[in-house]
């Protein structure tokens, strides 16, 4: 079976003890199902079992002179085993022992990704139903446009890090494929029912049809998955900098006791896991990239693409773990400044409550382009002057016709926008 570890410990499976103690299981179940289906003698297969170990820094040492990884390993192996090690290896090509294994890997290591995108789905979801009334405002381009719950906007995140975690298991379920058919996919000399019999009790699928190794494009998938994850993280750090901003106030990462903001301003409180999250999933879409380019090879297989995966499969998982934990961090302990929100939300006299204001007036009777154009004189006048648009939209005879004093007034009414926001947790989140 896949080698099990506890979640935290992302950077083991991409450590060499890992990959090589996954390179031993293999090698040994190979065996095993070739002693189940009478290829080899079950003595041997159970010497193999009990003997076969091996050494990190022995095999660093004979790759040195052989340069090549995976004979490296089998050199040590063997030597442990003793006259049974023959059987070692006997029919695969080094891509059955490292496609397999990387699988296992990009499995166990999205199983941590997914269960971080958990965690941080839940902690996301307690505030959006801590401040589901919470009002502010709500920008468009970057300005004030109608009023709007910060619990709403959580609840949007709560959505998409969902979509992250059906795309990031369903792109597990993409690469959870291992293969053992020889130097160019014909399985010339290897047993198909043992090939079955090793990526069962590994836990993965067998692929179909393959050259010598398992296409890219799956890796490919599962990078994409992770730089998208990336990208919502980045998007949601990139929302509470912009809350954090000095003229905005609403919204800021936690400060801790004793931390510091700037060696030259003592009273700075800088957005700085925020920014670190916002440039980590620059890296992470790189890498996407990258793995996008390794789909193309020549022939049956070239060795352009291990190079590469080298790097962008453990930099990228682990990055994105670790971004992940974060900003669960950041979440769970999110300043909200409510005050401020509804200073912001009051700031321009009314000026947000136009578009509600403009339906009212149609509704009443005016055409629209009557109506749009009373409520855009009172708000450019309100602008210029700074005298409230309230003020200037009851004093304004027009309306007065249609809507007396208290109907006006009551087009400000900030509960009418936020009439349906309980339905609309009630189904995102049901009861």
């Known amino acids: 079976m896949i080698p099990r570890y506890s979640v935290p410990e992302m950077t083991r499976i991409w450590s060499d003890e890992y990959r090589f103690d996954l390179w031993r299981e293999i090698e040994v179940l190979y065996c095993e199902g ?21 050494d990190v820094r022995r095999i660093e040492k004979i790759e040195e002179r052989v340069r090549h990884d995976v004979i490296a390993f089998l050199t040590d192996v063997s030597r442990r085993v003793g006259p049974s090690g023959r059987y070692l290896h006997l029919g695969m090509t080094s891509s059955d022992l490292l496609d397999t294994a990387l699988a296992c890997q990009m499995t166990a290591a999205g199983r941590g990704v997914a269960a971080r995108l958990k965690t941080l789905r ?18 468009t381009h970057g300005m004030h446009a109608e009023p709007v719950t910060f619990g709403l906007k959580l609840l949007v995140w709560h959505e998409e890090i ?10 597990i379920e993409e690469v959870r494929v291992g293969k053992m058919t020889g130097a160019v996919g014909t399985q010339t000399h290897i047993d198909r029912r043992v090939e079955r019999f090793v990526m069962k009790r590994l836990g993965l699928e067998t692929a179909k049809a393959t050259t010598q190794i398992i296409q890219r494009d799956r890796h490919a998938a599962f990078l994409a998955s992770l730089a998208l994850a990336a990208a919502s993280l980045e998007k949601m750090a990139l929302e509470i900098r912009g809350l954090q901003r000095s003229d905005v106030g609403e919204a800021e ?29 620059r890296i992470v879409r790189a890498n996407a990239l990258a793995a996008q380019e390794n789909v193309a090879l020549w022939h049956e297989r070239d060795i352009s693409h291990s190079s590469v995966e080298r790097i962008i499969l453990p930099d990228s998982t682990m990055l994105l773990a670790y971004m992940i934990e974060k900003f669960t961090w950041i979440v769970s302990n999110l300043r909200v400044n409510a005050k401020r929100m509804r200073e912001n939300l009051e700031r321009t006299g009314g000026l947000v409550f136009s578009g509600h204001v403009l339906l009212r007036l149609v509704e009443s009777g005016f055409s629209r382009e009557a109506a749009y154009a009373v409520v855009q004189e ?7 002057t700074g005298r409230s648009f309230r003020e200037l939209l009851a004093g304004d005879r027009r309306l007065r016709r249609r809507l007396d004093p208290r109907e006006i007034e009551g087009l400000f009414d900030l509960d009418a926008h936020f009439a349906k926001i309980d339905s609309i947790f009630k189904r995102t989140l049901g009861r």
Do not use: W
């Open 34 to 54: 070739m002693a189940e289906y009478g290829l080899i003698p079950k003595r041997a297969a159970r010497e193999i079992r009990s003997r076969a170990a091996f």
């Open 122 to 139: 839940t902690a996301i979801r307690r505030q959006a139903v801590r401040h589901r009334r919470t009002p502010m405002i709500g920008r």
């Open 162 to 171: 969902g979509r992250a975690v059906d795309r990031v298991e369903a792109a």
């Open 253 to 281: 990462e936690p400060f801790t006791r004793g931390q510091k903001g700037s060696s030259a301003m003592p009273h700075k409180r800088n957005p700085i896991l925020c920014e670190r999250i916002c440039g980590m999933a």
């Open 378 to 384: 009172a708000a450019m006048e309100s602008m210029r």
